[in-house]
């Protein structure tokens, strides 16, 4: 249906097709498209229409190519779905057939017209419109060449739990530089304090430490333990970083791990990797196992390092490794793509006052019941409770603790909470049998392989489930007392117990809420990183290159926070091995002769794609960090920024052309 | 040298834009050496009739004053179109509307009622002492013009060749309006048709105080709620200030040594149409902005809803686009169904 003697637009010398889809008769039964493309062959540049039955199919695909060929078009508009779905089908098409890709445009007929109107006249009325709009856009649009930029070809990952680890593990074997930085001596993170794992119940440092070595020993693996991130700035392919590592006060090289420091130390302290049950000195390592495998002063809990104050532990070291004139070092590095795994933190249980946490000593957390059964913990994997060493006869667990309710404290599933219970209890039930264990939960929330198998494994052996949250615990004498009520039977329950064991909402950790104003990745309602698209992009931000796994995202198990870290591992080695990277060149420009300096929409880009020119007083946008949202353009009063092939003249024009009928 | 003949001609004007030139002191007297004044009845006593009398096209340039509130102020704007070789809307209700068009979300009958029915020291006489025309000669009538029930531009009822915008226009736009006067003269060259005499940035451009990296309002404050820090951006101090969509061009006089917020009287800086929409939406944007989640639907309507008066506010000087047409619309309509 070519309209051959019609010229392109005299003002942008376009030559623009339109190609109406039918969709088999998801457009075709309620949108006359024979009568939009006849009716498209009039407007201004429309040099060739069509309509065909499935546009994205091969012979529809061929059809679009074979028409810019012949009628020469330079722009092409197709009416049929979503832009979601095949904007890219389409512009690689075109681009196959040399037109340059950002001048399709998609004119939505499907989602905002067929599907949702039931009167097919009004409706191709309708549809003719919205094909308007967009040839009245493509007239004006530009076309315009993706920015290219070059790789830094390596990776940062901050944090070294689990997922990070993983992650370090995956991108260092596919041949890229690692940079792992932790914030605390030794890397492991949470899963090297616990006894073993559900539902397997395999000891946990046993899977986890061949891991910890091997990043240790990895030759792309650069690991900086005591280490903060303090600022990032940049963009995908080359981001700055700051490092600020602290002085641990001891040199790796030298120290022989003989232990005679920390034999002469007199300081002693609660250890945090047992959870505060057991005792460590300032110097020390948090666990045999520890990477890297090196002492460290503890700065707030030793006496001073000061030979006058007090000097035994560099006095007792024969190596001469200890050295107290150890400084802050700030690392300034670059680096491709970064991947955050901060991790988790447990919530703080002393806000939820009816449960003593804090004031009772027997009442403790599932970290600390962990290092209870661990054989390397501060009772050697004997159960005894914190108050006074003997073996508890009636031990209560308690599920949901600051989880799943809204009013008071967390909203959200902690989601491991229910199966790791379970894992205490019946390790419990096999170290001490003659145990009374009670198990207070509100629902049984066990998804995953083999999880639920175990919980019934754990009620098997004589674990008593009951179905309420406590309402008070308190000390009686040498006694904590549980007040319940049974939801199922709807009795009131007290318990007389030796040991409470709490299961605290895991919250994102301390840490989070700095990494996230450092690198601009945006936190959901609760402090946890939020994910660019909750299903189809789970470990990537909104910053381009920026990736997220693990339980800084949400609750996870061990399983799925491994699965998170080698995804973004993945994603971080697709960045790392592109020749170069390109980015999409609808983005919003700075037109410097309007620009008044405001500084309005400095702050307000999600992407932190705005800088400031201090030169020139006027704002820049970063290419490649910026995401097209639009957010700076609707801030700036001066109309200073636009957005490429959005412009406000094409804006107002397609306004115009929708609002035309009503004007007259 | 030939002296060029010019007119200053008023709409609904307070008189400040005359003041405006009054004050120009010393450099009224190279002005005056090279026009010759053909009306101005702040300067002498011309007549309307005068003014009619001439050819067409014989005044060189004429500055108008004010925009058209009544009958009569369309008749003289289009009087002065049309024996003008050159004119020039000149202060910001010539250009944009100005203060008087606050009143267009009202007719005109509906501030009459106002003022003359229901103001508060009106006395219970009704609406009969309004009195639109009287006799005062023994059947000569006089009538008083129509009042309008819009209040536009200059631009709206006649074409305009250039905007000295402003309330009032200041010193330095005189120094290009004489440029332009005697390069006319001279070389009878002028700058292109719409030139706005005035800066070609926003207002913030040429305001010296300091703006930090984030600008953030979570609380708005009017003038007289602060005492603003003379060194710090207005705006992150929480008062509105129209800086950003306004044109500069003004010298930095409300936000200099004033110490108060832009009003936006230089109206839309270059190539923006809609000042108190741009603005408004930059407001929205930066306010609460990074606390939306916090705040909440309900706390950000709390907040906007501390902006007192949006349309007096966003729209002080300039006719918004919509409303124009609307006004412009209906003045159409009026005319054609007169003609029936």
Redesign the interface.
Known sequence: MTADGKKSSKTTNKRIGVFVCHCGKNIAEMVDVKKAADVSKDLEGVVFTTHSNYLCSEPGQKELQEAIKTSKLNAIVCACCSPTLHEETFRSAAENVGMNKYEVEIANIREKCSWVHTNREKATEKAIKIIETKVEKALLNEPLTPASVEVNRTCLIIGAGITGIQAALDVADAGFKVTLVEKSPTIGGHMAQLASTFPTLDCSQCILSPKMSAIAHNENINLITNAEVTSVSGFVGNFKVEIKEYPRYVDPDKCTLCDDCVKVCPVVVPAEFEGGLGPRKAIYMPFPQAVPSVYTLDIDNCLGIHPLICSKCRDACGPEAIDYDMVTKIKNMEFGSIIIATGFDLYDISKIQEYEFGTDVDVIDGIQFERLLSSSGPTSGVVLRPSDHKKPETVVFVQCVGSRDPEHHMAYCSKICCTYTGKHALLLKDLAPDTEVYVFYIDIRAAGRGYEEFIQRAQEKGVIYIRGKPSKIFRDGDKTIIWAANTLTGERLEVEADLVVLAPAMIPSFDTKSISLITKCSLD?YGFFKEAHMKLKPVESLVSGLLVAGTALSPKDIPESVAQGSAAAAKAISILSQPKLYHEPLVSTVDE????????C???CPYGAIT?DDAN?TSVVNEILCEGCG?CV???????LILKNLTHKQMEKMIHVALKEEAK | MTKIKLAVAAGSYCGGCDMSIIDLNELLIPIDEVIELQYWQLAADFKIKDVKALKDNEIDITLYHGPIRTSEHAELAHLFRKKSKVLIAYGACSCFGGIPQLANPFTASELLDETYVHGYNMDDSGPNHMRTSSEYKKGRKMTLPKLLDSCLPLSSEVDVDYYVPGCPPVRDQWLVLIDIITNFIKNGELPPKGTVVAGDKARCEECGREKPDEIVINKFLRPYEINPDPEKCLLAQGLICMGPATRAGCGNQCTGDANMPCRGCFGPAPEVDEPGLKMLSAIASIAGAKKEGELGEEGLKKLMDQVVDPFGTFYRFAVPQILMHIKQKKAKEEKSDSVK
Do not use: W
């Not at chain 1, 609707?634 to 200073?640: F, I, L, R, T």
């Open positions: 309602e002769d309007k620009c008044c300096g405001c500084k309005v400095q702050s307000l400031f007083k957010t609707s801030a700036c009063a001066s109309q200073a």
